[in-house]
Nanobody, 115 residues
Framework: QVQLVESGGGLVQPGGSLRLSCAAS????????MGWYRQAPGKQRELVAR???????DLADSVKGRFTISRDNAKNTVYLQMNSLKPEDTAVYYC?????????WGQGTQVTVSS
């Protein structure tokens, strides 16, 4: 069974940057489209970035120009580079396949943007 382990979150001031990593236990990153999701307190989980098996990416309007999704097939890892962070980016960030959820959710990584 595929396991997804997210890391790289933390507390950062507005305008700061973080790089999240999602390590998969199997060789899925090069096969499936993958995405980064986030869930803020009291809100539904939303897809913020995805990358398909060809490397094409798509970002939610709320993060365009600030976030970048990438992957390393050899390391079975997907990354989310987050720049110019805003307080509204505060959430638990998860990775999974996209579109469509194929794998069990990992524990996520908390991102808190606050001064």
């Amino acid at each position: 069974q595929v396991q997804l382990v997210e890391s790289g979150g933390g507390l950062v001031q507005p305008g700061g940057s973080l790089r999240l990593s999602c390590a998969a236990s199997g060789s899925i990153v090069s096969i499936f489209g993958m995405g980064w999701y986030r869930q803020a307190p009291g809100k539904q989980r939303e897809l913020v970035a995805r990358i398909d098996s060809y490397g094409s990416t798509d970002l939610a309007d709320s993060v365009k120009g600030r976030f970048t999704i990438s992957r390393d097939n050899a390391k079975n890892t997907v990354y989310l580079q987050m720049n110019s962070l805003k307080p509204e980016d505060t959430a638990v960030y998860y990775c999974n396949s996209a579109p469509g959820l194929l794998f069990r959710w990992g524990q996520g990584t908390q991102v808190t943007v606050s001064s």
